[in-house]
């Protein structure tokens, strides 16, 4: 899928998806576009942190995240698996199969891949025309949006700094 209108049918795969409010419920979403979404327990011989991996598993793709991470953790999760499936980045990948580990978030071979589905995820849960609604309507907080739209501070942070607020 191209970039560009990845981003631009975000809010018209939430608007399709019934989840065009506050707070998205990204696993809403993922069985809106049939992605099964488990929790589990990661464990890695070498130590790494995961937070998520996405695969194809007979033809439908699949998004575990870490049991272990806090819930809006979870959620942005989830979101940016959503990404990686929607904008195509499992396409190429001889195994389909995407794990979000620290040494693949410090790679600059998949950093664009990463920036992406982060910028999606951004846009999935955090919407700006839901965004500017909730600024007209009072909340101007960090911490006030963050909470109402269930996601990190650092995530409403980086949201708001991309938006010119």
């Known amino acids: ?46 130590g790494e942190n995961v937070s998520g991996i996405v695969a ?14 806090p819930h809006v953790r979870k959620r942005f999760t989830i979101a940016h698996e959503i990404g990686h499936v929607y904008l195509g980045h499992l396409a190429d990948k ?15 071979t998949w950093n664009l891949e990463e920036k992406e589905a982060n910028e999606f995820a951004a846009r ?6 839901l965004i500017r609604g909730a600024i007209d ?7 006030e949006l963050a909470e109402f739209f269930d996601v ?5 942070m980086y949201r708001l700094k991309n938006l010119g607020y």
């Open 152 to 156: 990190s501070e650092q995530a409403m």
């Open 137 to 143: 309507r009072g909340r101007v907080s960090i911490e």
């Open 1 to 46: 899928m191209v970039l560009g209108m990845g981003f631009m049918s975000v809010t018209n795969l939430l608007k399709q998806s019934g989840e065009f409010h506050v707070p998205v419920d990204p696993l809403s979403v993922a069985s809106h576009l049939n992605i099964e979404v488990y929790e589990t327990d990661f464990t890695l011989e070498d």
């Open 124 to 129: 999935l849960l955090m919407p700006a025309s």
């Open 56 to 69: 194809v598993e007979d033809g439908q793709p699949v998004i575990y995240v870490s049991t272990r991470d």
């Open 94 to 108: 001889e195994n389909n199969e995407l794990i979000d580990d620290e040494v693949r978030l410090r790679s600059a």
